[in-house]
């Protein structure tokens, strides 16, 4: 994501959308109310005096809407705006903006603390390196892109085997198998400018295929890390996310920053430390200025942000940080189940 301008004094903020996970911070910034203008397509209205009436072309136009609601379709790599046009042609009408890659959105709307910190994150998050990630084994690997919002599962490629007494047909199979898989691996890496590669597994079949690829794909070969996990497909996925492994790769990455402080969270709670959940009780920790850091789920902020507003804002004015957490994977699913919202503690209450 990149700011175009930025108009605080008029509440206005144009942004350009780079990559599918701005849409996942385009959904949590725009909310009903607000007013949304772009260039967009609209038909013109058709006239009266025509014998036989034709279907009015299509012609692009600014046009500002009232917010409705808002859809974000992540397969189809695109993010609707749905509402009432408030400024241009057909004043009243309803109209949806259909954002993909490339597009540029005026906001207006009173922007809270937690927009402008999430504007800054995902501009930070758009010079990070993407991160494919590979839990391999002897007959599958499982592909993974990582998003700001969690795991984005791009599915499995399976190695047919030969019994043990044919080793010839064994390692043709396996040469075909990771020929296919060097070629997936391209072919995602081209489309969404992925820059590290993580190929992880037990055993050595992630040495072998690292072997493979000095010798067949080179360039592939100088864009992947090796690592170990005691497990292939979904599960070897979600062990390279929680050894950290990612973070070191990219530096910095939000969703190995969540899983994490989730992870704290829940040791934390189970051993009776410092650490608290629901409402009520978040509530209570942050009125007496203990919390460190206070997690919220993003469903939860979508469902009832007026009710864990003032509890946001008392956790801040005592310099406790707030985070917002994706449901789109494991960690976030967790904090959902505890309520939505969660505290680290500076000290017990």
């Known amino acids: 994501m990149r700011v175009v301008r930025k108009d605080l004094k008029h509440g206005k903020i144009k942004l350009a959308v780079e990559t599918l996970d701005d849409f996942w911070h385009l959904q949590h910034l725009v909310e009903p109310g607000d007013i949304a203008t772009s260039l967009t397509w609209r038909r013109e209205r058709e006239t009266i005096d025509k014998i036989r009436p034709e279907r009015p072309e299509k012609r692009r136009v600014m046009l500002s809407i009232k917010v409705e609601s808002v859809e974000f379709h992540r397969h189809a790599n695109r993010l609707r705006l749905l509402g ?27 922007w809270r603390r937690e927009h402008l910190d999430r504007i800054r994150e995902a501009v930070r998050a758009s010079r990070r390196p993407r991160v494919l990630l590979v839990a391999l084994d002897d007959v599958s690997a499982e592909l993974a892109l990582v998003r700001q919002y969690g795991l984005d599962a791009l599915g499995t490629i399976s190695c047919a085997r030969a019994g043990k007494r044919y080793a010839v047909e064994r390692d043709a199979e396996e040469r075909k198998f990771f020929h296919k898989l060097a070629q997936a691996m391209n072919e995602i890496i081209s489309r969404e400018s992925v820059r590290v590669a993580i190929v992880a597994g037990p055993g050595f079949t992630k040495d072998s295929f690292a072997a493979f690829l000095r ?116 960690a976030g699913r967790q904090l959902l189940a505890l309520g939505g919202i969660a505290a680290l503690l500076r000290f017990k209450t």
């Open 215 to 330: 010798e067949k794909y080179p360039k592939l070969a100088t864009m992947v890390r090796r690592d170990d996990v005691s497990s292939g497909g979904r599960a070897g996925i979600y062990e390279i996310v929680r050894r950290g492994f990612v973070e070191r790769v990219s530096g910095e990455d939000r969703l190995s920053l969540e899983t994490s402080l989730v992870e704290q969270l829940m040791a934390e709670i189970a051993r009776g430390g410092l650490a608290t959940y629901g409402k009520t009780e978040v509530g209570r920790a942050a009125s007496l200025g203990a919390v460190e850091k206070l997690l919220v789920a993003d469903e939860l902020l979508r469902i009832d942000r007026a009710g864990v507003e003032g509890t946001l804002e008392q956790a801040r004015r005592t310099r406790g940080e707030v985070i917002v957490i994706s449901t789109e994977h494991d």
């Open 84 to 110: 009432t046009i408030v400024k241009g042609p057909d004043v009243g009408k309803h109209h949806s903006f259909s954002l993909e890659p490339g597009s540029a959105l005026t906001i207006t709307k009173t």
